[in-house]
């Protein structure tokens, strides 16, 4: 079962928690929007993965289930 | 599903033109007109006591559009069948939305079959409600057209007296900002939200308005969907290749002799396009193709081309909503695509970051390139905002203008770079050719 | 030693947990400012707002429990279990003990509706987190209304320290998104 990290453009509004508690995967862009290096998320960053998409306050971070797997 | 005879009326022996065969200089061309040249609507009449109801054939028309071969005309291209049978095999009852509302400033063809041949639209509208079970139809066009508003109104009533269409057509009009006419914008202004794109999933046609199947067509495809189902698959075949067929409206523009809207067989090649449409006034230097959401081509390199989907991705191109614009030698493509991103930048839904803050950098970028180049630094900082703009907002807004500017990049290359060392060309004080709309006919508060 | 149920020790508690209450509350609604006003610093992160804000609302409920708890427990004045949640059924202070029945029901409220944020959506969550606007004020008002520590010096200045500390987050908080809005 593989997940994957994806952003609703719409919903974010630049917070930039995500970037804070998963800083392997999310760098902030000049303008303190996300931008995901890669949106699968690797087996040991699950939890750190799982907090990121619980803190972000407009709920815009979201962990899908990758179809097909 | 009755098909009409071939014989019986003119319009389909002719190759060319098809859509616009009746198309008077004068006036609309009316109900009566129109099914005196093309036929009536080859729709089954709902009769009780033979039987037959309104769900038993639509399945015949879904393979006639499949195997047409129709696609999209509104921009995208996707198969107009395969998303027909996906509507309808939706969960709920399906709605039909007509999007009218031609958002490119460069582009004139939806407004040519609404104002004068609106009743292939309209024939268009119902026969997809009747392909996809829908129960609920709209046409949208931008709302501060009152005109246009008013005649498809006055056409769609005559036709309801007559009782043409058992599923009524409801017209709307919606706000004047480029995201509006796209098709998310679409379903969430007549779901009674703001004019502006949704995030998707879902997509329309599994949850759209209301949370039924959406069927979402530009007014063209529906046109040509009205044609089909009267004269079949293999008539629409008969003209263009086998993997494009049909034809389709193109808005030429800019230094020809005879700008306006033509017919062409798909797979026309680019140079006789501008031929039709009178030829270029002066030496071309290059082609804008697909409005400004597709991209410049250098003009030696697209005379050839066919124009089709495929045929201008292979060159780098895109095909868009069938819009050519030739620039001559005197322009300068790069002040033009400076004025047409700012424009883009002005028209940002404002919903997600990297599009509301990174389009207005990168047309300053392409503004200092343009106008105020020589220090050196403008492609790099173009360079540099490309990727963090693409591809990171909820719509194809963002997208459309970095595709422009790097194809400026890429097919004028040598005089890009000339303007970032040296300074700006003569051309940039040559009057503008690309189409921006006045602040006047845009709308400024969302409602 | 026995904590007799007759004396002042159960009193004591009561008072001193509502305090501590009122403390933490005031704390978890000057983070949730600092959220919404998008407080940003480098030696912050901002993470620890927002978890901070979540813990501390978490910690308030606990000691709001031991609140009513000592209150019920108490023998010196007969207040049953229910006025802690259905306000004008006691009869000891019906008004100032119905507001801090108010502010529980709206602190569980906005807990419990939190806890669920997910499943609820965004859209419906933010519209029911307002009422933390009305559960502070009202929490603020039980305290001081309720008379108790009204006129201990320190305890008073305590309360209007709070009460101070949020108008200004607010007034920063309004004030800083209106001049974003209108940017």
Not at chain 2, 249 to 258: D, F, K, S
Not at chain 2, 276 to 282: F, I, K, V, Y
Request: aromatic share 8%; glycine share 10%; hydrophobic share 45%.
């Amino acid at each position: 079962m593989r997940y994957r990290l994806r952003v609703n453009p719409i919903a974010c509004t630049g917070h930039g928690l995500c970037a804070e508690l998963l800083p392997e995967i999310i760098e902030l862009d000049p303008w303190g929007y996300p931008i995901l290096s890669s949106s699968a998320v690797p087996e040991g960053l699950m939890e750190h993965a799982k907090r990121a998409v619980d803190t972000c306050p407009t709920l815009a971070l979201l962990m899908e289930k990758v179809p097909g797997s | 599903m009755t098909s009409i005879a071939l014989s019986a009326y003119r319009a389909p022996e002719l190759r060319l033109p098809r859509l616009l065969a009746g198309v008077s200089y004068y006036h609309p061309t009316g109900l009566a007109e129109h099914e005196q040249l093309y036929g009536p609507l080859p729709l089954p009449v709902v009769s009780p006591e033979q039987g037959r109801t309104w769900q038993q054939r639509p399945e015949r028309l879904i393979e006639m559009v499949e195997r047409s071969g129709l696609t999209g005309r509104g921009g995208a291209g996707f198969p107009t069948g395969r998303k027909m049978r996906s509507v309808a095999a939706g969960q709920g009852r399906a709605i039909v939305i007509a999007n009218g509302a031609e958002g490119e400033p460069a582009s004139c063809k939806d407004r040519l079959l609404l104002t004068r041949v609106p009743h292939l639209v309209l024939d268009g509208i119902t026969l997809a409600a009747y392909a996809v079970g829908a129960d609920e139809a709209h046409l949208v066009v931008h709302g501060h057209e009152a005109d246009l508003l008013a005649s498809l109104e006055e056409a769609i009533a005559h036709r309801g007296t007559l009782g043409v269409d058992p599923v009524p057509i409801q017209i709307t009009g919606i706000p004047a900002r480029y995201v509006s006419s796209e098709a998310s914008s679409i379903i969430q202004y007549l779901g009674g939200g703001p004019g502006k794109p949704t995030f998707s999933p879902p997509r329309p046609h599994e949850r759209g308005l209301k949370g039924r199947p959406t069927l979402v067509n530009n007014v063209e495809t529906l046109a040509h969907l009205a044609l089909i189902a009267r004269y079949g698959d293999g008539w629409f075949r008969g003209i263009g290749p086998p993997s494009a067929p049909g034809s389709t409206l193109v808005t030429v523009g800019g230094a020809v002799a005879r700008p306006g809207v033509y017919e062409i067989e798909m797979g026309t090649p680019l140079g006789r396009v501008a031929m039709l449409a009178g030829g270029p006034t002066e030496r071309p230097q290059a082609l804008l193709v697909g409005g400004y959401f597709g991209a410049w081509l250098p003009a030696e390199l697209a005379w050839p081309v066919p124009m089709t989907h495929a045929g201008l991705r292979a060159v780098g191109g895109a095909m868009g909503a069938g819009i050519v614009i030739v620039l001559p030698v005197s322009s300068c493509p790069l002040a033009e695509t400076a004025r047409v991103v700012s424009y883009l930048a002005e028209e940002t839904a404002a919903q997600c970051g990297p599009c509301m803050f990174g389009l207005p950098a990168l047309a300053d970028a392409v503004i200092e390139l343009a106008y105020a180049g020589g220090w050196g630094r403008a492609i790099e900082a173009i360079a540099t905002l490309v990727p963090l703009i693409e591809k990171r907002g909820a719509c194809r807004h963002p997208d459309g203008a970095t595709q422009l500017v790097c194809s400026a990049l890429t097919a004028f290359a040598a005089h890009a770079r000339r303007h970032d060392r040296q300074g700006p060309c003569y051309g940039v004080g040559r009057a503008p050719l690309l189409p921006v709309p006045s602040d006047g006919d845009r709308d400024w508060d969302w409602a | 030693m026995s904590v007799s149920l007759n004396g002042p020790a159960l009193w004591y508690t009561t008072r001193a947990t509502g305090l501590v209450t009122l403390l933490l509350l005031t704390a978890s609604v000057l983070l949730g400012l600092l959220i919404t006003g998008r407080f940003t610093s480098d030696k912050w992160p901002r993470f620890l707002t927002v978890g901070l804000h979540r813990n501390l609302s978490l910690l308030v409920l606990a000691f709001v429990v031991q609140h009513v708890g000592t209150t019920v427990i108490d023998t010196f004045v007969h207040i049953p279990l229910v006025s802690a949640f259905i306000p004008f059924t006691s009869s000891y202070q019906p008004f100032w003990l119905s507001l801090g029945a108010v502010a529980l029901d709206l602190l569980i409220a906005l807990v419990a509706t939190s806890l669920i944020r997910n499943r609820l959506g965004l859209r419906a969550w933010r519209w029911l987190h307002w009422a933390a606007y009305v559960c502070w004020p009202v929490a603020l008002a039980h305290g001081l209304g309720m008379g108790t520590d009204r006129n201990t010096m320190w305890v008073f200045a305590l309360t209007i320290v709070c009460a101070a500390a949020v108008a200004g987050a607010a007034t920063w908080r309004f004030v800083a998104a209106a001049r974003a809005g209108a940017r």
